[in-house]
């Protein structure tokens, strides 16, 4: 099943970032994008995932072209639909970790699986304040707070950025089972091509031209 389908994308803010883009992306499928600082693969993330409108081009998601949604059917989308993961993890910071997860989960509808907290080793300390977490854990509670929602497509920009290399590979291989187990998809976006080499697809983003590698 076809989740993700990119045509002839073209972006430029003061400058040119990448042009002619198209790509695609299957149900239980991961794709990297790699490439150096500036070379445009966030802003090419951020439009594939609705939170930016391309200059060009189109993006189907699910099927549907998500540039033609009016707000109430784009909110809706990026609420049950979409996970996006950040480098920085933007908790709120007046709650505990397992709060942040509760209002996540509310408001998709889902429960939280305590076997994911466990997983990702912070079933014992997520009912601390987000502020007495270190980065690593805030970044763990972060990557629990998005696969709580149950996401369909996950777009996950330097999620390991804030990790130890044992602990990326740990919340990398989660990621790939929940891909498996929920039929789901995930773009993910990184300079560290050893993480890169496990997923399905990659591509390098380079001087505005993204190339396919695997």
Do not use: W
Not at 16 to 45: H, Q
Not at 166 to 183: G, R, S
């Amino acid at each position: 099943m076809n989740l993700l389908k990119a045509t002839s994308l073209s972006h430029a803010f003061d400058y040119p970032l990448f042009n002619n883009v198209s790509l695609e992306l299957n149900a239980t499928e991961s794709m990297a994008i790699i490439g150096v600082s500036g070379s445009g693969k966030s802003t090419l993330m951020h439009v594939l995932s609705s939170m930016l409108v391309p200059n060009k081009g189109s993006v189907e998601l699910f099927g549907r072209k998500i540039y033609a949604l009016n707000e109430k059917e784009l909110v809706k989308l990026r609420r049950y639909d979409l996970g996006l993961i950040y480098q920085s993890h933007y908790l709120f910071k007046g709650f505990s970790g397992y709060e942040n997860l509760e209002v996540a989960a509310l408001m998709a509808n889902q429960t939280i699986d305590n076997a994911l907290l466990q997983s990702l080793g912070i079933d014992k300390v997520c009912h601390q304040k987000v502020t007495e977490l270190s980065g690593g854990q805030q970044q763990r509670v972060s990557i629990a707070r998005v696969l709580s929602k149950k996401p369909r497509l996950i777009f996950a920009d330097e999620p390991t950025g804030n990790l130890d290399h044992a602990t990326a590979q740990e919340v990398m291989t989660i990621f790939f089972n929940y891909l498996k187990e929920h039929n789901a998809g995930m773009i993910l976006v990184t300079h560290d091509e050893s993480l890169a080499a496990q997923c399905n697809h990659i591509y390098r983003m380079n001087d505005g031209v993204l190339t396919k590698v695997q």
